[in-house]
């Protein structure tokens, strides 16, 4: 769809890179107290919720007259995106902190072009293919921990693990409604993907054999602060600006810019986390930045 404004699609998808980097630091901190799957629930049935007024007020409504197809199709990118893709981010970040997991998350940019070329008919270049090994490059570089950093081996490998299945739920989320992106109402497609989403969540939980300590995480007071204005800016505002910079540019431009919040993490976290700004993570960012680009421009 052309932008009503000029590059009104990258300014928003580089907008949201800035309100989803806030958003992961506030969710690093209520991710000390808040297991993964609850914090997930909490964000989705918050911008759920906040979602309707907003739907109200410009005019749209839940139920449209669109074929079931759409509907599954919506959904089902909710459960993948939203519901596991997530979940497994949160357990990212939990185990490897804010700067390695935004590093890490940069593995999302390959998954977007190979999803592309085998859904949307796109092609892949030379200067992709080294794009995408710079990219797998930082991330071996930047988890390459010494021995007396406190990270184990086996936390290091599992928020590995989850970064990278994380960042293949979300592309595979977002490619496979691509073409309905271009033809729906934003605010419509992001409430059906967030019911997804929740629904996935619930049934998880319900078959947790610790949901009970699941859900009494979330009633801890200290990370109050932390979990509702990083679900609010993350999961509401972050999401529609994400959204909308899908819809008024290409997939492969706004998904290049949605990358640079791995340089705002990488800041953020230092700044806000005191998280170390060691020779490996500098080096790893730039080389994830550097692929990101190399990815969607080559």
Same mark, same amino acid.
């Given at each position: @769809?052309?932008?009503?404004?000029?590059?009104?699609?990258?300014? /928003?998808?580089?907008?949201?890179?800035?309100?989803?980097?806030?958003?992961?630091?506030?969710?690093?901190?209520?991710?000390?107290?808040?297991?993964?799957?609850?914090?997930?629930?909490?964000?989705?049935?918050?911008? $759920?919720?906040? =979602?309707?007024p907003t739907m109200w007020l410009f005019g749209e409504t839940l139920i449209r007259p669109v074929p079931s197809s759409a509907y599954i199709l919506l959904l089902l990118s909710g459960v993948i995106g939203i519901g596991l893709g997530d979940?497994? $981010?949160? *357990?990212?970040?939990?185990?490897?902190?804010?700067?390695? *997991?935004?590093?890490?998350?940069?593995?999302?940019?390959?998954?977007?072009? @190979? =999803?592309?070329?085998?859904?949307?008919?796109?092609?892949?270049?030379? #200067?992709?293919?080294?794009?995408? $090994?710079?990219?797998? !490059?930082?991330? =071996?570089?930047? *988890?390459?921990?010494?021995?007396?950093?406190?990270?184990?081996? !086996?936390?290091?490998?599992?928020?590995?693990?989850?970064?990278? $299945? !994380? +960042?293949?739920? @979300?592309?595979?989320?977002?490619? @496979?409604?691509?073409?309905?992106?271009?033809?729906?109402?934003? #605010?419509?497609?992001?409430e059906v993907r967030l019911v997804g989403g929740s629904v996935a969540l619930v049934l998880i939980l319900l078959l947790h054999p610790r949901r009970r300590r699941i859900v009494n995480s979330l009633i801890s007071r200290q990370s109050w602060?932390? *979990?509702?204005?990083?679900?609010?800016?993350?999961?509401?505002?972050?999401?529609?600006?994400?959204?909308?910079?899908?819809?008024?540019?290409?997939?492969?431009?706004? +998904?290049? /810019?949605?990358?640079?919040?791995?340089?705002?993490?990488?800041?953020?976290?230092?700044?806000?986390?005191?998280?170390?700004?060691?020779?490996?993570?500098?080096?790893?960012?730039?080389?994830?930045?550097?692929?990101?680009?190399?990815?969607?421009?080559?």
């Amino acid at each position: @769809m052309e932008a009503p404004i000029p590059y009104l699609g990258e300014g /928003l998808s580089l907008l949201s890179a800035v309100l989803w980097a806030v958003a992961v630091i506030l969710f690093r901190k209520s991710g000390e107290k808040v297991h993964p799957l609850a914090l997930n629930m909490f964000k989705n049935t918050l911008a $759920f919720v906040l =979602l309707l007024p907003t739907m109200w007020l410009f005019g749209e409504t839940l139920i449209r007259p669109v074929p079931s197809s759409a509907y599954i199709l919506l959904l089902l990118s909710g459960v993948i995106g939203i519901g596991l893709g997530d979940t497994l $981010f949160f *357990t990212s970040l939990n185990l490897l902190g804010a700067g390695l *997991t935004g590093i890490v998350i940069c593995l999302y940019s390959p998954f977007i072009i @190979m =999803l592309s070329v085998l859904w949307l008919g796109e092609s892949l270049a030379l #200067l992709q293919v080294i794009g995408a $090994f710079l990219i797998i !490059s930082a991330v =071996l570089i930047a *988890t390459i921990e010494k021995r007396d950093e406190r990270i184990s081996n !086996s936390r290091l490998l599992l928020g590995i693990l989850s970064g990278v $299945f !994380s +960042s293949a739920c @979300m592309a595979v989320g977002i490619v @496979m409604i691509k073409p309905l992106l271009e033809r729906s109402p934003l #605010l419509w497609l992001t409430e059906v993907r967030l019911v997804g989403g929740s629904v996935a969540l619930v049934l998880i939980l319900l078959l947790h054999p610790r949901r009970r300590r699941i859900v009494n995480s979330l009633i801890s007071r200290q990370s109050w602060q932390y *979990t509702i204005s990083g679900s609010f800016f993350g999961a509401y505002v972050a999401m529609i600006v994400w959204l909308a910079g899908m819809k008024y540019t290409l997939a492969s431009i706004a +998904s290049a /810019l949605n990358q640079t919040s791995t340089i705002f993490i990488f800041i953020l976290a230092g700044i806000f986390l005191k998280e170390p700004f060691n020779v490996r993570r500098t080096i790893g960012i730039i080389l994830a930045v550097m692929g990101v680009f190399l990815v969607f421009f080559g």
